[in-house]
Structure formats: structure tokens, C-alpha cells
């Protein structure tokens, strides 16, 4: 059984499945990060202190997997989610709520979201936790979550209930606008020194030369990190030690490349 904080952790969340009802469509997810499977029964999912709901039944998520509860089990009128067990009693608010999840006294894990400006306020969409920040720490965070953006069981929802989840940060969005304040004109606009345009997200999912195993766009960071990117610029690749060099990346523009790679390279 989960007894401390972060052995489960909570990474998606299906609070307005429209334009199914809520009561039909409604369900969260949990991850298990450790190495060992881990059984529910006994836990509570709660909010603050007005729906609770002791699971009473003995569910197992496995080491590195997931599990979605919900209060409707029926694949046929739930959107197609495969739901573990059913939480009679709790329910998800459209507009603002908390997830949590407690041993006893313990809480495991704990969300609360509102429907912006912290968090995304998706319709038919789940909230999705990045890949980057899969903990009980970062997922209290409105920036840690992104609508998701895949369909499931043909209902016309979106998220990927039981499944690892999809990441939030974007070449187009985020990543290139780092590449193209720090890595002009080497890479950027018609500089395609190494064959890498990181203004051309096709040319960051090649294989990279100088990296063994990786992509071009995955390679970035560890030239950035050792000193070799930007080029001639004198960075040495610790924010702190560079702090006085316009050329080097912050390491807040370093984050955003090293999450960009975790989530997977999204376009």
C-alpha cells in the first residue's frame, strides 16, 4: 500500500468530458513511479473536505503503470475508458476542485486546479500531466499540465487514460524560440552548420553525428551543457558560471530544451 508522499501520483484528470455527462465521463488517473505494484485498497480520494470516497475494493497499479477511477465502469457509456473502479460519491467540478489522495491521515498525492489562470480549462479534454514532471511536487503546479491532444475510445475525447501520458512542451512553441535567440546564425535561418536547422523541426529528428544515439534536437543539450553550443561563444554550459555572457543560455532556456526532450520532441 502507498504510504508516503509521492508513491502515487496523480496525472490526468477528465473533469468536463462533454459532450458526455459528467456523471458518465468523469475519471483521474494515477501513476505508480516506484518499483513496486501497489494496492488501493483502503486509500481515500477526496477534495477539501467535502466528497470522500474508502476504496474498498483491492486494485493494483503496477510498478511504472497506471490506473483510472471513475464513477462510471461502463465502457459502452463512459467515452470507451477502461475504468479500475468505480468512486461512487465523488465527483469532479468543471470550474475549480482538488484531487487528493490519502493513507489515513497521509496524503499521497494532492491537485488542485482551477479553470484558469493556473490551470488549462479544456472541454472534451483531459488535463494532462507533462512527462517532465511526473511527481507529487510538480503536479501542483497549473504549468505542469497541458489539455491533452489524442482521442480515445471514439467517443471524440481526448487523453490517454491508462497510458503514459504525452508531453506539454513544443518545438514550435517553445523550444524554437530559444534556439532562435541563442543559436542564429549558426543553425537558424539558412545556417545549417553539422546538417542541424533549429528553425526546421524534420532536421532535429535525424540522427546527430556527434552524439551517438541520438537525435540532432536531443543532442542539443548536451553541447549546450558541455560547452561546444553556441558555438565561439565562451559559454562554459553552467548558467551560473555564464551569467554575465548574452551569448549562453539562462537556466530557464536551458529547462525549457531539457523538457522539451523528455516530453518527447513534440513538433
Not at 491537485?111 to 512527462?131: H, I
Not at 497541458?146 to 471514439?154: K, L, R, V
Not at 554550459?237 to 516530453?263: H, K, S, Y
Amino acid at each position: 500500500m502507498p504510504s508516503v508522499a509521492g508513491d502515487l501520483v496523480i496525472t490526468e484528470i477528465m473533469k468536463d468530458p462533454s459532450p458526455l455527462a459528467d456523471a458518465a465521463g468523469e475519471w483521474v488517473e494515477l501513476h505508480n513511479p516506484t518499483a513496486t505494484d501497489l494496492d488501493l485498497f483502503g486509500l481515500s480520494l477526496e477534495d477539501d473536505g467535502v466528497e470522500a470516497h474508502v476504496i474498498t475494493a483491492h486494485v493494483i497499479v503496477p510498478a511504472g503503470g497506471y490506473v483510472v477511477l471513475g464513477p462510471n465502469d461502463d465502457a459502452a457509456t463512459n467515452g470507451g475508458v477502461t475504468v479500475a473502479y468505480e468512486t461512487t460519491g465523488f465527483s469532479l467540478d468543471d470550474v475549480a476542485d482538488v484531487v487528493s489522495l490519502f493513507n489515513g491521515a497521509t496524503s499521497i498525492d494532492r491537485v488542485a486546479y482551477d479553470s484558469g489562470p493556473a490551470f488549462p480549462d479544456p472541454q472534451g479534454a483531459t488535463l494532462n500531466l507533462a512527462l517532465h514532471a511526473l511527481d507529487e511536487v510538480d503536479n501542483d503546479l497549473g504549468a505542469s499540465w497541458c489539455p491533452a491532444m489524442f482521442g480515445y475510445g471514439g467517443a471524440g475525447q481526448l487523453g490517454s487514460p491508462g497510458a503514459q501520458n504525452h508531453g506539454c512542451v513544443s518545438f514550435q512553441q517553445d523550444a524554437m524560440p530559444v534556439f532562435q535567440a541563442k543559436c542564429a546564425p549558426c543553425h537558424i535561418d539558412g545556417g545549417g552548420s553539422s546538417g542541424l536547422r533549429l528553425d526546421e523541426y524534420a532536421t532535429t529528428q535525424i540522427a546527430a553525428g556527434t552524439c551517438a544515439g541520438l537525435t540532432q534536437g536531443a543532442c542539443t543539450i548536451v553541447r549546450i551543457q558541455n560547452g561546444t553550443m553556441p558555438f565561439g561563444a565562451g559559454c562554459s554550459g553552467d548558467p551560473a558560471l555564464d551569467a554575465g555572457n548574452a551569448a549562453c543560455l539562462t537556466a530557464d532556456q536551458q529547462a525549457v530544451i531539457e523538457d522539451w526532450i523528455t516530453d518527447g520532441q513534440l513538433p
